[in-house]
């Protein structure tokens, strides 16, 4: 089974510049996260799609950050415009369903994208 | 009250040495509580997890101890070996959050030859 993909693995923008991270989960989950992880830190949750709906966008900052998960499948994170304090990596992953067996709660991260905002 | 408090944030030991990570979480509602390794250069994978109603669960070198009272988890690495070198995080969750996790800090583990 392929594991969720990410690209690019790596970005270097200016500040003020936009990005774009696109995710693919793994076939049949309905659930996608995407989280921020700061060097150092564990990742925090930026927004959350049950399918193609958003369950939870709560801690994105919406003046800036935008996503979207195209019929239930792909996802894009875009940032615009970026600030220095964006540099960090950006996990996507990806739940099976809703679920409460250990299979189905289990969440699936792919290598992340790495951003540098100079 | 979604907060996960973990420590130590680094640590290490020798091989063959037991490796323990400790984490205190807030709210009671939590009902799901995973362990993740995360290499350099990659995404955090799941190691080991726990439901509330258990107060230990092992698989292989890796134990969970849980006490529900004291609101405190941790992970025992028994026979650490240089392999399992990484980054830890705890997390919880619960369903009627979309069962998004909440991380720890993280544990940086280095385990010495």
């Known amino acids: 089974e392929a594991g969720v993909a990410q690209s690019p693995r790596y970005k270097i923008i200016e500040k003020r510049q936009s990005v774009a991270f696109w995710c693919n989960p793994i076939s049949g989950h309905a659930t996608l996260y995407w989280y921020q992880q700061i060097l150092g830190q564990g990742p925090k949750l930026l927004i959350q799609?049950?399918?193609?709906?958003?369950?939870?966008d709560s801690q994105l900052p919406k003046d800036r950050f935008s996503a979207e998960r195209l019929k239930g499948v792909d996802s894009t994170l875009k940032i615009q415009p970026a600030k220095l304090e964006d540099s960090a990596v950006y996990l996507c992953?990806?739940?099976?369903?809703?679920?409460?067996?250990?299979?189905?709660?289990?969440?699936?991260f792919g290598p992340g994208t790495r951003l540098l905002v100079l | 009250q979604q907060q996960v408090k973990q420590s130590p944030q680094s640590l290490i030991v020798q091989k063959g040495g037991i490796s323990i990570i400790n984490c205190a979480y807030e709210n009671t509602a939590f009902d799901y509580f995973p362990w993740y390794q995360q290499f350099p250069g990659k995404g955090p994978a799941l190691l080991i997890a726990?439901?509330?109603?258990?107060s230990e669960k092992k698989e292989g070198r890796f134990t969970i101890s849980f006490n529900k009272s004291a609101k405190q988890f941790s992970l025992h690495i028994m026979d650490s070996q240089p392999g399992d070198s990484a980054t830890y995080f705890c997390a919880a969750s619960k369903k009627t959050s979309g069962s998004r996790l909440t991380f720890g800090e993280g544990t940086q583990l280095t385990v010495n030859p």
């Open positions: 799609f049950q399918n193609n709906g958003v369950v939870d």
């Open positions: 992953a990806s739940r099976k369903g809703r679920g409460g067996t250990s299979s189905q709660e289990t969440q699936y």
């Open positions: 726990i439901r509330p109603d258990v």
